[in-house]
C-alpha cells in the first residue's frame, strides 16, 4: 500500500475540557476559545498542502473540522467511527471534583492519563488500541500518496505514540497532547519506524514519525 501521509490533531476546547469533566462518548461542542483555536489552526495549516479533512462521529471533534475544512475548501469532512475518544462507561459526565470522592483511585487514574484503567461499562484499552489503529489503516488506503488532516481525541493521540515509540499499551506517557496539538505520520504497509517525536502547535517544530 503507498504511503499517506496523515496529521492528526486534538479537536478545539469544550467547556468540559475547561471544567475538568471526563468527556468520553458523550457530545460537548467547543466553545469560544475551541473555536479561535480552530480559527487558528486554519492558519497553521493553509500551506501544508492538505487534499481531505477527516473526524471523529463527536460533535467536538466534527465542529473543529467543519471549521477548518471550510475555510481551506476542502469540502466536508469524512467521519471515521474508529477516531472516537476512549469510551469511559459509568464515569462519563462526572465533574472530576466528584469523582474525588466516588472513586479517588480512578481519580489518580484519570489525572495520570493512565491507561490500564478500567472503566464499567466502557471500553478496554485493547478494544480501544485495536480501533483506533484500524481507522488509520482505513484513511491511509484511502488516500494513497496524499496529505491528510485527522481531528480527533486526546486518548487517541496517546494510543498512536505508543504504537509508533513501541510502548506497552498500558504504559503512562510523561505528557499529554492539549487543544490543537499535533502528530504527523506516515502510514504504509509493513513494519514500523518511530524516529524522535514531539507534540506542537506549529509546522516547523513537528517532527515526522512513521506508522507503516
Known amino acids: 500500500?503507498?504511503?499517506?501521509?496523515?496529521c492528526i490533531v486534538r479537536h478545539g476546547e469544550t467547556d468540559w475540557n475547561k471544567s475538568g469533566i471526563l468527556q468520553g462518548w458523550l457530545d460537548v461542542p467547543i466553545n469560544a476559545h475551541g473555536r479561535a483555536q480552530a480559527a487558528e489552526m486554519v492558519q497553521t495549516f493553509a500551506s501544508q498542502g492538505f487534499e481531505v479533512v477527516w473526524c471523529s462521529t463527536l460533535v467536538r471533534a466534527s465542529e473543529?473540522?467543519?471549521i477548518i475544512s471550510g475555510a481551506l475548501q476542502l469540502g466536508p469532512p469524512r467521519i471515521h467511527?474508529?477516531?472516537k475518544e476512549r469510551n469511559f462507561g459509568a464515569i462519563q459526565g462526572i465533574p472530576k471534583n466528584e469523582l474525588?470522592?466516588?472513586n479517588p483511585t480512578q481519580l489518580e487514574q484519570i489525572l495520570r492519563r493512565n491507561p490500564a484503567a478500567q472503566f464499567v461499562g466502557g471500553e478496554t484499552m485493547d478494544e480501544f488500541a485495536d480501533r483506533v489503529l484500524e481507522a488509520l489503516t482505513d484513511i491511509a488506503v484511502c488516500h494513497p500518496r496524499q496529505r491528510v488532516l485527522v481531528i480527533t481525541h486526546g486518548?487517541?493521540?496517546d494510543v498512536i505514540t505508543r504504537h509508533i515509540e513501541g510502548l506497552?499499551?498500558?504504559a503512562v506517557l510523561p505528557f499529554k497532547p492539549g487543544n490543537g496539538h499535533s502528530l504527523w505520520v506516515d502510514v504504509a504497509a509493513g513494519n514500523i519506524r518511530a524516529p524522535e517525536l514531539g507534540y506542537t502547535d506549529t509546522p516547523p517544530g513537528m517532527q515526522k514519525v512513521s506508522l507503516l
Do not use: F, I, N, Y
Not at 1 to 6: G, I, K, S, V, W
Open 1 to 6: 500500500m503507498p504511503t499517506a501521509q496523515l
Open 168 to 170: 506497552a499499551r498500558h
Open 64 to 66: 473543529t473540522a467543519d
Open 100 to 102: 474525588a470522592e466516588l
Open 155 to 157: 486518548w487517541v493521540l
Open 81 to 83: 467511527a474508529g477516531l
